[in-house]
Protein backbone atom coordinates (compact mmCIF):
# COMPACT_ATOMS: atom_id res chain seq x y z
CA UNK A 1 0.00 0.00 0.00
CA UNK A 2 1.31 3.27 -1.28
CA UNK A 3 1.58 5.79 2.16
CA UNK A 4 1.51 9.78 1.50
CA UNK A 5 2.54 12.27 3.23
CA UNK A 6 0.43 14.14 5.31
CA UNK A 7 -1.09 16.42 8.02
CA UNK A 8 1.94 18.42 9.58
CA UNK A 9 4.48 19.16 12.40
CA UNK A 10 6.50 21.53 14.04
CA UNK A 11 9.93 22.02 13.55
CA UNK A 12 13.19 23.88 14.24
CA UNK A 13 16.12 24.92 11.98
CA UNK A 14 19.15 23.80 13.88
CA UNK A 15 22.61 25.76 14.39
CA UNK A 16 23.82 23.91 11.19
CA UNK A 17 20.91 25.03 9.12
CA UNK A 18 19.16 21.86 9.10
CA UNK A 19 15.96 20.07 9.98
CA UNK A 20 15.04 16.92 11.01
CA UNK A 21 12.13 15.59 8.48
CA UNK A 22 9.74 13.63 10.95
CA UNK A 23 9.69 10.28 11.46
CA UNK A 24 6.68 9.27 9.73
CA UNK A 25 7.84 11.19 6.53
CA UNK A 26 10.87 10.26 6.53
CA UNK A 27 10.30 6.38 6.70
CA UNK A 28 7.52 7.34 3.51
CA UNK A 29 10.56 9.06 1.52
CA UNK A 30 13.01 6.75 2.42
CA UNK A 31 10.91 3.04 1.68
CA UNK A 32 9.03 4.87 -1.15
CA UNK A 33 11.50 7.14 -2.97
CA UNK A 34 14.88 7.09 -1.29
CA UNK A 35 16.77 9.79 0.14
CA UNK A 36 17.34 12.15 -2.31
CA UNK A 37 15.41 15.31 -2.59
CA UNK A 38 15.01 18.39 -5.01
CA UNK A 39 14.51 21.78 -2.46
CA UNK A 40 12.61 24.84 -4.42
CA UNK A 41 10.39 27.45 -4.22
CA UNK A 42 8.68 30.18 -6.04
CA UNK A 43 8.32 32.67 -4.26
CA UNK A 44 11.13 32.55 -1.82
CA UNK A 45 8.05 32.21 0.57
CA UNK A 46 8.15 28.32 1.70
CA UNK A 47 10.25 25.84 0.57
CA UNK A 48 9.00 22.82 -0.97
CA UNK A 49 10.60 19.24 -1.00
CA UNK A 50 10.46 16.79 -3.48
CA UNK A 51 11.07 13.65 -3.91
CA UNK A 52 13.48 13.50 -6.52
CA UNK A 53 11.71 10.87 -8.69
CA UNK A 54 8.79 13.14 -8.06
CA UNK A 55 10.26 16.22 -9.57
CA UNK A 56 11.66 14.75 -12.28
CA UNK A 57 7.84 13.37 -13.25
CA UNK A 58 6.92 17.02 -13.33
CA UNK A 59 10.15 17.77 -15.30
CA UNK A 60 9.14 14.93 -17.66
CA UNK A 61 5.76 16.59 -18.28
CA UNK A 62 7.39 19.71 -19.20
CA UNK A 63 9.83 18.37 -21.68
CA UNK A 64 6.73 17.43 -23.46
CA UNK A 65 5.37 20.38 -23.81
CA UNK A 66 6.13 21.61 -27.54
CA UNK A 67 5.65 25.71 -27.25
CA UNK A 68 6.57 26.81 -23.46
CA UNK A 69 4.27 29.49 -22.70
CA UNK A 70 5.94 32.14 -20.27
CA UNK A 71 4.09 30.89 -17.21
CA UNK A 72 6.11 27.65 -17.75
CA UNK A 73 9.04 29.51 -18.81
CA UNK A 74 8.83 31.59 -15.50
CA UNK A 75 7.78 28.45 -13.34
CA UNK A 76 11.07 27.01 -15.05
CA UNK A 77 13.41 29.67 -13.63
CA UNK A 78 11.97 30.01 -10.42
CA UNK A 79 12.34 26.68 -9.83
CA UNK A 80 15.82 26.75 -10.60
CA UNK A 81 17.02 29.96 -8.96
CA UNK A 82 15.72 28.64 -5.57
CA UNK A 83 16.75 24.58 -6.44
CA UNK A 84 19.00 22.35 -4.96
CA UNK A 85 19.39 18.40 -5.02
CA UNK A 86 19.88 17.26 -1.34
CA UNK A 87 20.44 14.19 -0.13
CA UNK A 88 18.54 12.93 3.75
CA UNK A 89 20.94 11.98 5.84
CA UNK A 90 20.74 8.27 7.89
CA UNK A 91 19.27 10.80 10.89
CA UNK A 92 16.48 12.07 8.56
CA UNK A 93 17.97 15.87 8.37
CA UNK A 94 17.71 18.09 5.83
CA UNK A 95 20.41 20.82 4.71
CA UNK A 96 18.01 23.94 3.68
CA UNK A 97 20.60 26.28 1.56
CA UNK A 98 21.43 30.00 3.54
CA UNK A 99 19.66 32.07 1.19
CA UNK A 100 16.49 29.86 1.15
CA UNK A 101 16.55 29.46 5.06
CA UNK A 102 17.00 33.63 4.74
CA UNK A 103 14.12 34.77 2.34
CA UNK A 104 11.46 31.95 4.09
CA UNK A 105 12.21 33.18 7.09
CA UNK A 106 13.32 29.97 8.92
CA UNK A 107 16.27 30.91 11.01
CA UNK A 108 15.19 31.33 14.74
CA UNK A 109 11.40 30.70 13.95
CA UNK A 110 8.68 27.73 14.46
CA UNK A 111 8.59 25.88 11.49
CA UNK A 112 6.00 23.90 10.67
CA UNK A 113 6.19 21.04 7.37
CA UNK A 114 3.29 19.74 5.78
CA UNK A 115 2.30 16.74 4.17
CA UNK A 116 0.86 17.13 0.58
CA UNK A 117 0.42 13.95 -0.40
CA UNK A 118 3.74 13.45 -2.62
CA UNK A 119 5.24 16.27 -0.96
CA UNK A 120 6.33 17.93 1.70
CA UNK A 121 5.95 21.64 2.27
CA UNK A 122 8.25 23.62 4.79
CA UNK A 123 7.10 26.96 6.25
CA UNK A 124 7.68 29.90 8.88
CA UNK A 125 4.34 28.98 11.06
CA UNK A 126 3.51 32.57 11.35
CA UNK A 127 4.18 33.99 7.81
CA UNK A 128 2.07 30.54 7.01
CA UNK A 129 -1.55 31.56 8.93
CA UNK A 130 -0.92 34.86 7.93
CA UNK A 131 -1.15 34.10 4.05
CA UNK A 132 -3.11 31.14 4.31
CA UNK A 133 -5.25 30.49 6.94
CA UNK A 134 -6.55 34.56 7.04
CA UNK A 135 -9.71 33.99 5.62
CA UNK A 136 -12.28 31.43 5.44
CA UNK A 137 -12.24 28.24 3.60
CA UNK A 138 -15.77 29.03 1.80
CA UNK A 139 -18.77 26.62 0.90
CA UNK A 140 -17.74 27.62 -2.97
CA UNK A 141 -14.16 26.52 -2.75
CA UNK A 142 -14.79 23.12 -1.13
CA UNK A 143 -17.64 22.72 -4.08
CA UNK A 144 -14.99 23.95 -6.82
CA UNK A 145 -12.51 20.81 -4.75
CA UNK A 146 -15.05 18.53 -4.62
CA UNK A 147 -15.97 19.17 -8.93
CA UNK A 148 -12.12 18.79 -9.59
CA UNK A 149 -11.49 15.84 -7.75
CA UNK A 150 -14.41 13.97 -9.32
CA UNK A 151 -13.51 15.40 -12.71
CA UNK A 152 -9.76 13.52 -12.48
CA UNK A 153 -11.50 10.17 -11.02
CA UNK A 154 -13.32 10.26 -14.07
CA UNK A 155 -10.69 10.71 -16.37
CA UNK A 156 -9.66 7.57 -18.71
CA UNK A 157 -6.23 6.18 -16.94
CA UNK A 158 -7.13 7.52 -13.58
CA UNK A 159 -7.13 4.92 -11.39
Not at 68 to 78: A, K, L, Q, T
Not at 89 to 101: A, F, K, N, Q, T
Request: proline letters at 4%.
Amino acid sequence: MTKRFRGSFVLRVDDRGRIKVPSQYHSILVDQFGSQLYLTSLNGDRVYLYPLSVWEKIEQSIEQIMMRSPEIEEYISRTSYWGNEIEVDPRGRVLIPPELRKACRLNDANLRIFGKIDHMVLWNEDLFKEKSLSGDFSDEKMQMVARLINEYSTLPGSK
